[in-house]
């Protein structure tokens, strides 16, 4: 009965390689988001969906791609990843109308 | 420009009393929302709280309580009967939502990290 859902929990990965994190959410919220955590424990939104459209793209290299296929997935794929990269990325959805996020349990990625 | 401000980065409070944790916020919008997250050591993020900037009664969920001053711009969280359990980061956010116009804006606090000592 997980309400967010992501894969893989831990990602470790080479420098230039690409890979992707997958998320799902069973709550039927028609917003989705990514947001990155850095080792200070800042979060930062990357992307927010609504309706499997993008409402919210702040300023993040275009390597990193969001896909949703449908309202319940959100899927992130990041290309030629680099060292800064590493941080947790946690996706999160919430009601479109008020209220707040349910998160994911977190990706930590690891680029070496 | 919005903001959220969370002056403690870090508290040590004794088992069994409240504690209050400071958030304040800075935004010209008159729709938005307010919300408290914890983040455990294990690393999940977990929902708490939310009011709503239309809300006349402060909220409350069990042992939190948000204690919303609209017109100081204040919303700060407090749990009462502080146990182990609640040792763990805590955000402060606020959500603007304005779907018209296309514009969902969150932004999250620094963070306070609590410890309750036994």
């Known amino acids: ?112 | 420009a919005q903001k959220i401000t969370q002056t403690q980065p870090g508290m040590f409070v004794q088992e069994k009393e409240a504690v209050t944790l400071d958030c304040t916020y800075d935004t010209s919008d008159q729709s938005y929302g307010l919300f408290w997250y914890k983040q455990p050591s294990s690393g999940e993020m977990i929902f708490l709280i939310y009011q709503g900037s239309y809300d006349e009664q402060n909220a409350t969920e069990g042992r939190y309580s948000l204690n919303f001053q609209k017109a100081r711009k204040s919303a700060n969280l407090v749990i009462s009967a502080s146990q182990l359990g609640d040792s763990a980061m805590y955000f402060c956010a606020m959500r603007h939502l304005m779907f018209m116009n296309r514009d969902d804006k969150i932004i999250f606090g620094k963070g306070t990290r609590l410890h309750i000592l036994p």
């Open chain 1, 1 to 112: 009965d997980t309400a967010v859902s992501q894969t893989p929990k831990y990602l470790v990965t080479q420098m230039g390689n690409d890979k992707s994190i997958k998320c799902e959410q069973n709550l039927g919220h028609d917003t989705m988001y990514w947001y990155k955590q850095d080792s200070k424990k800042f979060l930062k939104i990357m992307f927010s969906y609504n309706n499997k459209e993008l409402i919210i793209n702040e300023t993040v290299p275009n390597r990193f791609s969001p896909k949703s296929p449908d309202k319940a997935h959100l899927n992130l794929h990041i290309n030629s990843l680099e060292l800064g990269d590493s941080a947790v990325y946690f996706c999160a959805s919430s009601s479109s109308t008020a209220g707040g996020q349910y998160f994911g349990p977190g990706t930590r990625l690891t680029v070496l």
